[in-house]
């Protein structure tokens, strides 16, 4: 994980929002030994579609079962999206160069709070997505693993507001080599300490993850139980 960056030259903030961000229990790129941490409460795939952004030939429509089909469980992005470094020649996932500015390469998938996990738009071919998952008293250890074919780079940042400051949060690598890849712990990006209050819900607003792929088909995000 990627140290701490954040717009704004108020010193206290930058203090306060560093000090409480922390390292916390969990590191991005932390797998489980020999079980998973807890129930499956929600799986989601993120598939690379050919044909759709970065170096496409003749790019195709999306045509999948609809932008608000909430039941669905997946979430198209380009096999090829726009990106500041190649995601296979990156360290810790970290693609924009300066997380302190709202990035404009890759594609978008926004993570808002609710009542329950839905797909509130799939399809982020067009450069965004959105995905709602509960908060409140709700709290889910959250793994990524790169899945299908040997190859493939996938590079995941997380952003999110408070008081419209943007704050970096941190990066990871989701790639496919031909061992088989590990899991890797989201929750510092998700979870304040990575175990404490949502960073996708109030105070903070406007979460979004950042993903840059390079050949990646397929991300399976699962989110367990506490």
Request: hydrophobic share 35%; charged share 20%.
């Amino acid at each position: 994980m990627k140290g701490l960056r954040i717009i704004g030259t108020g010193v206290t903030l930058v203090m306060v929002l560093a000090a409480a961000l922390g390292t916390g229990s969990f590191k991005p790129g932390t797998a489980w030994a020999d079980q998973p941490p807890g129930k499956l409460a929600f799986n989601l795939n993120i598939i690379g579609m050919g044909n759709y952004g970065h170096g496409a030939v003749n790019p195709k429509e999306y045509n999948g079962n609809g932008d608000d089909n909430g039941s669905r469980h997946t979430v198209f992005i380009p096999l090829k999206t726009t990106w500041y470094t190649d995601p296979c020649n990156t360290d810790g996932g970290q693609n924009n160069p300066e997380p302190t500015l709202v990035p404009d390469k890759g594609v978008k998938m926004s993570i808002v709070s609710g009542d329950s996990f839905s797909v509130l738009d799939g399809d982020a071919t067009d450069g965004a997505a959105k995905l709602q998952m509960p908060a409140g008293t709700a709290q889910y250890d959250i793994y990524a693993v790169a899945k299908g074919k040997p190859g493939g780079c996938l590079d995941l940042e997380a952003y999110t507001y408070l008081d419209d400051v943007l704050i970096f949060l941190g990066s990871v690598d989701v790639d496919r080599g031909r061992a088989k890849p590990g899991s890797v712990n989201l929750n510092n990006l998700v979870y304040l300490d990575g175990n404490g209050i949502a960073l996708f819900a109030d105070p903070y607003e406007d979460y979004f993850w950042q993903l840059y792929n390079n050949g990646l088909r397929l991300m399976n995000i699962r989110f367990y139980e506490r």
